[in-house]
């Protein structure tokens, strides 16, 4: 069973449904009506549950551990997906907007990861990815509130991996570029998204596709031997 957090589009979206392709029934975890991944995860043979919550918030996330053992009785994969990323002028940035970026973007990935570890650790075994960005290795203003969260993700992830290797559970981050999805549309503009790709080693847009592979291969027997480790999927930008 995999939980993919802002399942209802996007990233989030595409993640769960080659994680279906690849056999495993879905939980979209998502502020947002996911019917329609409901819908294809299903339409691929697997079982498929959405859930309404903000994973922000402790006790929205606390009540999600029943319903998400409710397909196969726990949750053997979470891919920590959902998050924000508005620009803002950091003299004009104020705390409430700073304190909510941190929640959806970090705290949520923590509070998830808290509701499933246990049962991943008593089956012997788990995956854990979550969603960084490679904005930390880019000169971007205006995104102060943005990159502390995500640098905040990365830290979390190496010592996540560290606590939780003792018990067959494996964690590690995986960092998009900006990409033509329904938020980078909204938040970035077409303009800029080409801009991005200018600098890239592959010269073309990334999409919501180009990341389901590297998620996939995190979350499979194959990535057995790989934790705490941040791999870039961005097209060659950012080099490590």
């Known amino acids: 069973m995999a939980v993919v957090t802002g399942a209802?589009?996007?990233?989030?979206?595409?993640?769960?449904?080659?994680?279906?392709?690849?056999?495993?029934?879905i939980i979209s975890v998502d502020l947002?009506?996911?019917?329609?991944?409901?819908?294809?995860v299903t339409s691929l043979g697997r079982r498929a549950l959405a859930l309404k919550?903000?994973?922000s918030d402790p006790e929205q996330v606390a009540a999600l551990v029943q319903p998400m053992t409710t397909l196969s009785?726990?949750?053997?994969?979470?891919?920590?997906?959902?998050?924000?990323?508005?620009?803002?002028?950091?003299f004009e940035l104020d705390f409430a907007e700073w304190k909510r970026t941190q929640e959806i973007n970090l705290d949520s990935q923590f509070l998830m990861a808290k509701a499933v570890m246990g049962?991943?650790?008593d089956g012997g075994w788990g995956?854990?990815?979550?969603l960084a960005s490679n904005s930390l290795g880019l000169a971007v203003p205006g995104l102060v509130h943005y990159m502390a969260s995500k640098g905040g993700v990365i830290g979390l992830t190496r010592a996540l991996a560290s606590d939780l290797a003792p018990f067959g559970i494996t964690v590690n981050a995986v960092s998009p570029t900006a990409s033509r999805t329904p938020g980078g549309q909204v938040n970035i503009g077409d303009s800029?998204?080409?801009?991005?790709?200018?600098?890239?080693?592959?010269?073309?847009?990334?999409?919501?596709?180009?990341?389901?592979?590297?998620?996939?291969f995190l979350t499979s027997d194959d990535s057995s031997f790989i934790t705490g480790q941040t791999i870039m999927t961005d097209g060659g930008l950012v080099r490590l």
């Open 8 to 25: 209802a589009g996007g990233f989030g979206q595409a993640i769960a449904l080659e994680l279906a392709r690849r056999g495993a029934d």
């Open 32 to 40: 947002k009506e996911a019917d329609d991944t409901v819908a294809q």
């Open 53 to 55: 919550a903000d994973v």
């Open 73 to 90: 009785g726990r949750v053997d994969i979470l891919v920590n997906n959902a998050g924000i990323f508005p620009f803002r002028d950091v």
């Open 119 to 121: 049962g991943m650790r």
């Open 127 to 130: 995956r854990i990815v979550n």
């Open 192 to 216: 800029m998204l080409q801009d991005v790709a200018g600098m890239q080693a592959i010269k073309r847009v990334g999409v919501a596709q180009d990341i389901v592979g590297t998620v996939a």
